[in-house]
């Protein structure tokens, strides 16, 4: 089973403002071909950060006004998010290496 | 160690060769840019090589670019005996990225805390190949790494292949791709700055706003026509080559960079039949 959580804006403020855990939004279209092959990596680092980090996605055409909100201006676009405030933005297909050296700061509560 | 062992019996060994050999569906879905997007489980199920392998294969042959590879495909399957487990030539691959005497990216750390840490990484895939190597300890190697980096300086683009290279393959064997499309770059990149003709930084800007140009117009002119459903990319390519031709300015840069561009894959078809030779003699050596 997928740790990718498919989110809305409706189901936001739930799966990411007021998570107890650090979670990385991956704002990503349909369309986008970056975007699907970032999904390998992400799911690797979903299953190594499992209790950590939680990943969620968010498909800008669906979900328009969350992209809007953050400035999301091209695909895909990572938004960590930490006690509700964005602490990390990258943008473009990320490779495990890319994740590890963004997240692991954010592990295990030590930051 | 998983328990994934080659073909399962020669005569799916060769019918994975005979597909390979015709481009058939098998090569299709695996060895070509789909692969980049595509789950490759059953690559693994249906023909036993290990999921890093697997991972592996498609980056090592330019994702089918072209028809080069298909000869190193065909050797590496016959070399690759019935029954054997092959996760180590995948780790024995992506070692290389690190160790190559020539392509190596040892050679581009100085020594200090990030070759130290890169190291560190290097002996860990190094002692996956016998053991098991558990997660924290991966994760305490990737921590350092990007620590030491944060404090000293090195090629970005190194660090974040050998970041790649962190990751227990039985977990994480997408890694391996990771590690090969970080390593194209940088050989790029590479041959790109020490290419014979480049681009002065005007000329370089001077072709950068051209493109910019040229794509903004025809898709300003696409978007005031009905029929733009039918409008794909290769209809784009057409239509942009059509207006480089007819600026007498822009054309003949356009014609050095493609000059240059045919260089550099000169170049990097060169690594890749160094890598692909290694990966090949490598696999002679497999005893199951």
Known sequence: MSLLKVTTVDRFEDDVLSSSIPVLVDFHAAWCGPCKASVPALEDAAREFEGEIAFVKVDIDQEPKLAEAYGVQSVPTFILIKDREPVERFIGQVSRGKLASVLEPYAGGSQ | ?288
Request: charged share 25%.
């Open chain 2, 1 to 288: 160690m998983t328990a994934y062992r080659a073909f399962g019996n020669e005569a799916t060994k060769q019918a994975l060769r005979a597909d390979i050999r015709a481009k058939g569906p098998v090569y299709t879905a695996w060895l070509t840019q789909a692969s980049m997007e595509g789950d490759l489980t059953s690559i693994s199920q249906d023909y036993g090589l290990h999921p890093a392998l697997a991972r592996l294969l498609p980056a090592l042959g330019a994702f089918g670019q072209g028809d080069e590879a298909l000869a190193f495909y065909d050797a590496l399957l016959e070399a690759i005996p019935v029954g054997a487990e092959t996760g180590n030539i995948a780790r024995r691959a992506v070692l290389l990225a690190w160790t190559d005497p020539i392509y190596g990216r040892a050679q581009r750390v100085e020594a200090g805390p990030v070759r130290e840490a890169c190291e560190a990484v290097i002996a860990l895939v190094r002692q996956s190949m016998a053991t098991s190597v558990d997660r924290q300890t991966w994760r305490a190697a990737r921590a350092r790494l990007a620590q030491a980096q944060r404090e000293g300086s090195a090629p970005d683009k190194v660090i974040d292949l050998v970041l790649s290279l962190a990751w227990d393959l039985e977990q994480a064997p997408g890694a391996v791709q990771d590690a090969m499309v970080a390593w194209t770059a940088q050989l790029s990149a590479e041959a790109d700055a020490a290419d014979e003709d480049p681009f002065t930084d005007a000329e370089a800007a001077f072709f950068k706003s051209t493109m910019d140009r040229i794509t903004e117009e025809i898709i300003a002119t696409r978007s005031n026509e009905s029929d733009g459903d039918d409008f794909n990319y290769e209809a784009f390519l057409e239509e942009a080559n059509r207006r480089w031709a007819v600026d007498p300015v822009a054309q003949p840069l356009k014609l050095r960079s493609l000059a240059r561009q045919t260089r550099i894959k000169a170049r990097l078809a060169q690594w890749r039949s160094v890598v692909q030779k290694k990966v090949v003699d490598d696999a002679t050596t497999l005893v199951v």
